[in-house]
């Protein structure tokens, strides 16, 4: 605690082999209404650099990366451009840059076509560095329900602007927009979406699927749900993609959704079931799960696995939802990072063309949590406040 009675967020970390506490921001108190908070207001809290928890955890995953790139942050930080740019003036620049990616002319112009109808008017003239979650739900707020695809994309593009920020040196850590989306009414889920359980029941049922009988279908079910990949990823699994020492599994782009290679990082407890499968393999680089050692397991056969476990209002795919739910509701993890970890195919072409990362380092550490989450463990990321 600082003299003035403020508190301040400190990441404390390890580098040369000496201990090191850097200050990320004041600790934000009280909480933050948005039915009361005004422009100036909200304006004023971001020029105080209060942080709230999850965007204190956002910078420190930013310093981290800088010391272990040899990068000092303190010194990075003096080097911060004396002018920020407006957000409609960051946007026309990220555009800019970014175009040259993409095939479809049309798409070009209709991406920025669609920041000046909407963005543009509302905050187009604040600096890039003053946009938070709150002004970017109030601006979604009136058109969200009325025209859920249009404020999605627009969601992913602001997302896409406030990061080609970051990198910039404009704002001073990477954007997490999430919460956006939590203070917003839900839109319809379409009918084509596969029923989930919720992420709170999940690991009862999977400390029941551990206990019963070791069969394909439920080894290949609690595979499945460990790794958050799609049924027939797994039914098609081959050791030859596995790295058990490297705690990897490859997946070719030819078995993937996306057609793009996929490397799923794998937590101890899917060790543990790839372990006992390879006590009962055929061949080092045949099936994992199979009916026969030269066939894979039916379609059927995890459906089949949850419904002899009294599961009959949830479906296997479904449980790709239920991660996504637990990510968002109870870790920081950014969207991006849980994107990749599905492997999904970002709609926005500029999203895409700019995030070319894997997230790999970060998806070892979600899946882990995922896996602890089910086993009935805890993994929680600590970041130290001053007393």
Known sequence: MRDTGSRQWLLRIQSDGKRRDLGLGTAETGERSTET???SAKLAAVDRKSLTLAEARDKADAYRRMVRAGIDPVEERKKAPATIPTFESATKTCHGEMK????????????????????FPTIGQQPVDAIDSIIVRDLLAPIW???PETSRRILQRIGVVLDFAHIKGWRP???????????????KRDDSHFDAMPY????????RLLAAEHTAGKD?????????????????????????????????????????THIVPLSPAAIEILNRRWEGRTSNDGLVFFATPTKPMSDMTMTKALRTMGVTDAHVHGFRSTFTDWAAETTSIPKEVVDKALAHKLPDKVEAAYRRTDFFERRQVLMTMWADYLVGKKNVVRLVTAA
């Open 100 to 119: 040259a990616s993409w095939r479809n002319a049309k798409h070009t112009k209709v991406w920025l076509a669609c920041m000046e109808s909407h963005v």
């Open 200 to 207: 709170d029941e999940a690991p009862a049922f999977f400390a």
């Open 220 to 260: 290949g079910l609690a595979f499945t749900i460990l790794t958050a990949v799609r049924s027939n990823e797994t039914r098609f699994a081959t050791w030859s993609e596995l790295d058990l020492k490297k705690k990897t599994w490859t997946i070719p782009g030819s078995r993937m959704k996306t057609g793009m």
């Open 145 to 147: 329900m009325e025209k």
């Open 37 to 39: 908070k005004t422009a």
């Open 173 to 187: 850590t990477e954007t997490s927009l999430k919460s956006v989306r939590r203070g917003l009414p839900k839109h």
